[in-house]
């Protein structure tokens, strides 16, 4: 009885010890996810003024053909909420 005890023991201590995760390997801290979430915030204000700039750009293009090239093309104003093509 003492012999299976011992096992069983020892079995479960070898279980628990390979559950663990290995040494760095425990996740991301709090530090790094509000790290990470600072640098979205910033890069979704980034984009935000970019499409500001685009829009004004394009505002800006259109009305010098108005002005100065009468009967030209006008550029159409990019679609929104659409993800450019990833180029390979």
């Known amino acids: 009885m003492l012999k299976i005890a011992t096992l069983l023991?020892?079995?479960?201590?070898?279980?628990?010890?390979?559950?663990?995760?290995?040494?760095?390997?425990?996740?991301?801290t709090t530090e790094?996810?509000?790290?990470l979430k600072t640098q979205v915030?910033?890069?979704?204000?980034?984009v935000e003024n970019?499409?500001?700039?685009m829009d004004s750009l394009t505002e800006h293009y259109?009305?010098?053909?108005?002005k100065?090239?009468?009967g030209g093309k006008?550029?159409?104003k990019p679609p929104t909420g659409v993800k450019p093509?990833?180029?390979k």
């Open 9 to 28: 023991i020892a079995v479960v201590a070898l279980m628990v010890i390979s559950c663990q995760p290995p040494e760095g390997m425990a996740g991301v």
């Open 32 to 35: 790094q996810f509000n790290e």
């Open 41 to 46: 915030e910033t890069l979704q204000t980034e």
């Open 50 to 53: 970019l499409h500001a700039a």
């Open 62 to 66: 259109n009305a010098h053909i108005e």
């Open 68 to 70: 100065y090239h009468k």
């Open 74 to 76: 006008i550029a159409p």
């Open 85 to 87: 093509p990833t180029q």
